[in-house]
Nanobody, 126 residues
Framework: QVRLVESGGGSVQAGTSLTLSCAAS????????MGWFRQDPGKEREFVAA????????FYADSVRGRFTISRDNIKNELYLQMTGLKPEDTAVYSC???????????????????WGQGTQVTVSS
């Protein structure tokens, strides 16, 4: 079993940057797709970005493409999300997920992920 712990969230002004980290323990991530999703209270979990096991493929939601960059370090067992040009609509709890069963529904779908972190709050004020 793997444990995922996110960090790096906070309260920032619009236009600034944050980098989120997701540290995995208990199991290696180097053969697994991983992703970032976000959720506002009362709303469904929303896909943000995902990355293939080797980092060669990345996927982004239209709302963040060009502003956010997903990356990973399989040696450190960590996933990252660099967020620039933050907007108030980016405010949410950001969670990382990992799949160990082949991402049946694709990495853009939350259904593909087997484990999740507890999330880290990002609040962007105008």
């Amino acid at each position: 079993q793997v444990r995922l712990v996110e960090s790096g969230g906070g309260s920032v002004q619009a236009g600034t940057s944050l980098t989120l980290s997701c540290a995995a323990s208990g199991r290696s991530i180097d053969t697994s797709g991983m992703g970032w999703f976000r959720q506002d209270p009362g709303k469904e979990r929303e896909f943000v970005a995902a990355i293939s096991w080797g980092g060669g493929l990345t996927f982004y939601a239209d709302s963040v493409r060009g502003r956010f960059t997903i990356s990973r370090d399989n040696i450190k067992n960590e996933l990252y999300l660099q967020m620039t040009g933050l907007k108030p609509e980016d405010t949410a709890v950001y969670s990382c997920g990992i799949e160990y069963t082949g991402a049946k529904y694709g990495l853009r779908s939350a259904l593909s992920y087997d484990y999740w972190g507890q999330g880290t709050q990002v609040t962007v004020s105008s």
